[in-house]
């Protein structure tokens, strides 16, 4: 039979914005067993038509405790309303932007793939190369891609606040702080980007008016540009590490729906993301290496940009496929 005292216990909690992982801990610590929580969680979701009694006079002691301690109402009063904006709300948002991002990533790494393997991908790249100004002549690609970046961004920002507001929900410092961090991560990464594009179209529109050296300025921005390079390498490397203690947390929350799948993919995003920041910093900071490699043996220097092509791919793909997991754990158990 079910206890009336846990199943509104559990009503209330789940008002307040908890999930049912988080009042069940409370409640097996209020001393009610595995059995009777379950009970009441199996006849909440509709699974069980056990008829529903108010608990047994023989333990009023334990029903006081676990609705009224200190635990419990700390727990409620802490947690506003989720019906308003700062709550189910943003999570909703975050998994909605989820789909949206995967679906995108999706997109991305297919045309990616497609341009690969078509035959004129590589044509008259050293020609544009040779000639700084063409590279803005086509100004509306320029301007999606931009408008690409832009859209991912935000897609991703909102995503990982749903995660922050979720992570809060769920009581999980792991998922909370991680996602904060690869917040202001993705933010900086973005800000480099964009100071690095706006600083290279100057100097190259600069050079296509007769304003630039074309030897002693170029150099100077190639190494001005190579600097920020180094930086958003290591912020990637940093934001792997981020994406490892999330995934972590993922995988800590084994009740919650879509949790677990969606941490292994991230795991495997984390770790392949941590091998391309470390090849990309390698390169970056003992460029001199991969030249030595590379005149010495053709086949090697081939077979490892091969690799980082083909691992860029995987890795395109697991951090969707994880981002679409998620957006559903957030959507699932709002």
Not at 121 to 126: A, E, F, R, Y
Request: aromatic residues 12%.
């Amino acid at each position: 039979m079910v206890n009336q005292s846990i199943v509104e216990y559990i009503k209330e909690g789940k008002k307040r914005g908890f999930s049912v992982g988080v009042l069940r801990k409370e409640l097996v610590k209020g001393g009610f067993s595995v059995e009777q929580v379950e009970e009441a969680v199996r006849f909440l979701d509709g699974s069980s038509e056990v008829p529903v009694v108010k608990p047994a006079i023989n333990n009023p002691e334990k029903v006081q405790n676990i609705l009224h301690s200190p635990v419990s109402k700390e727990l409620f009063s802490k947690q506003k309303p989720m019906n308003k904006i700062g709550g189910t709300r943003w999570i909703m948002a975050g998994g909605i932007c989820g789909i949206i991002l995967a679906v995108l990533i999706f997109a991305i790494s297919g045309f990616g793939i497609y341009n690969y393997f078509s035959e004129s991908s590589s044509d008259g790249v050293l020609e544009t190369i040779g000639n700084g100004s063409e590279i803005f002549d086509n100004m509306p690609i320029v301007y999606f891609t931009i408008g690409i970046i832009l859209v991912s961004t935000i897609l991703l920002l909102i995503y990982l606040y749903g995660f922050i507001r979720k992570g809060n929900k769920m009581n999980s410092r792991s998922i909370k702080l991680s996602c904060f961090a690869l917040a202001i991560i993705t933010g900086l990464m973005i800000l480099m980007i964009a100071t690095i594009s706006g600083y290279t179209y100057l100097k190259v529109s600069s050079a296509s008016d007769g304003g630039l050296n074309a030897y002693s300025d170029l150099l100077g921005l190639f190494l001005t540009v190579m600097i920020f390079v180094k930086v958003i390498s290591i912020l990637t490397f940093v934001f792997s590490i981020g994406l490892f203690i999330f995934s972590a947390g993922l995988l800590r929350e084994k009740e919650v729906k879509f949790s677990k799948v969606s941490g292994i993919f991230y795991l495997g995003s984390a770790i392949l993301l941590f091998m391309q920041a470390s090849f990309m910093s390698f390169i970056l900071f003992f460029p001199e290496s991969i030249m030595v490699v590379g005149t010495n043996s053709f086949l090697v220097s081939f077979v490892t940009i091969l690799f980082h092509m083909l691992t860029l791919v995987v890795l395109e793909i697991l951090f969707a496929v994880a981002t679409l997991f998620g957006s559903l754990m957030l959507l699932k158990n709002k």
